[in-house]
């Protein structure tokens, strides 16, 4: 393994400060005030957050008090109508006007929507889908629509579901769809904030957290069981998006403070994914 190389600061090779940034939902309800003002103070300096967000344990919980049964295939919700009913309803509806009222509340400019407004998210059904039901890849991102809302001083916070041309919606998983944001808008580097300080591996019986990774490292942590769960759509969101414009992925702490700003500062931060 890599250890100990310096980020480069973000920005993307035309010199725009445009980053997208992943948030979790292990880690929306538990992002102190800090990390929003932190935001704030950013945007106030002339960065271009874009935020793809996910939720699922919200997503569970709801379907939980509602009585419906839901369940996983490596990572990916199995989802029927009536679940993506529940998906939609809390993406698009309380998680995503929960994330804008916090910005707001720390005097940043935010404005959310979902993939579905104004097609931003294009999908069509995973190969799994016979498995997993209604569950999208992304086609298309319409990256006018983000860099539009950027142009009238505010921050996209973007709820995961995708839509079809005859109006078919999907739920994405949200490192995915904010691998493709990121793709689409050719954001050099992607920020993914979640609650473990970024990929962590035993090393002497210590757990440590891996300063850098490639694709091809991340492969074989996969194989050896230490990438699993929640972090391997992660990973492999990443290594899909690094492929193209994208040249790094962060994967960060959110509860670290100041997380934002120390890593576009280029701070030694987290877990650099790297091609
Ligand atoms: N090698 C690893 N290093 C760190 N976390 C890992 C690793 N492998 C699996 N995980 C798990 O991945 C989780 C993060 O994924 P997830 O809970 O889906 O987060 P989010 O809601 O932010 O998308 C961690 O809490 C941890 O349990
Ligand atoms: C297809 C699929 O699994 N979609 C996810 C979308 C939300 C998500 O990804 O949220 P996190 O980032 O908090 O995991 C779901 O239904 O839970």
């Keep these: 393994m890599t250890l100990n190389t310096a980020h480069e600061p973000i920005g993307n090779t035309d010199g ?23 935001l704030r103070a950013l945007q106030q300096e002339g960065a271009q957050p874009v935020i793809v967000h996910g939720g699922g344990p919200a997503i569970s919980e709801n379907l ?36 804008v009222r916090r910005i707001q509340g720390s005097g940043g400019r935010a404005l959310g929507i979902s993939g579905i407004d104004g097609g931003l998210i294009m999908a069509r059904p995973v ?3 016979a498995e997993v039901g209604l569950v999208g890849e992304v086609t298309k991102v319409q990256a006018e629509i983000v860099t539009g809302i950027l142009a009238l001083g505010y921050m996209p916070i973007i709820a995961p579901i995708g839509v079809d041309a005859s109006g078919q919606r999907y739920n994405i998983n949200a490192d995915t769809a904010a691998g493709a944001v990121a793709s689409y808008v050719e954001s050099s580097r992607m920020i993914v904030v979640t609650d473990v300080p970024g990929i962590m591996r035993t090393v002497d019986g210590q757990k440590v957290v891996l300063p850098s990774v490639t694709v ?7 194989e050896s069981g230490e990438i699993y769960g929640g972090m391997i759509p992660k990973v492999r969101a990443a290594m899909d998006c690094i492929q193209g414009a994208v040249s790094e992925v962060v994967i960060v702490d959110g509860k670290e403070p100041r997380v934002l700003s120390r890593v576009l500062q280029g701070e030694v931060l987290g877990t650099r994914i790297v091609r």
């Design 64 to 99: 939980a008090k509602l009585g419906i049964e839901s369940s996983f295939v490596n990572g990916l919700r199995v989802t029927t109508e009536e679940v993506l009913d529940v998906v939609e309803m809390t993406l698009a509806g309380s998680i995503n006007k929960a994330i």
């Design 216 to 222: 091809q490292q991340i492969e074989e942590l996969i």
């Design 16 to 38: 725009t400060k445009l980053f997208v940034m992943k948030c979790g939902g292990s880690t929306l309800a538990t992002l102190p005030d800090s990390f929003f003002e932190d």
């Design 127 to 129: 190969s799994n889908s």
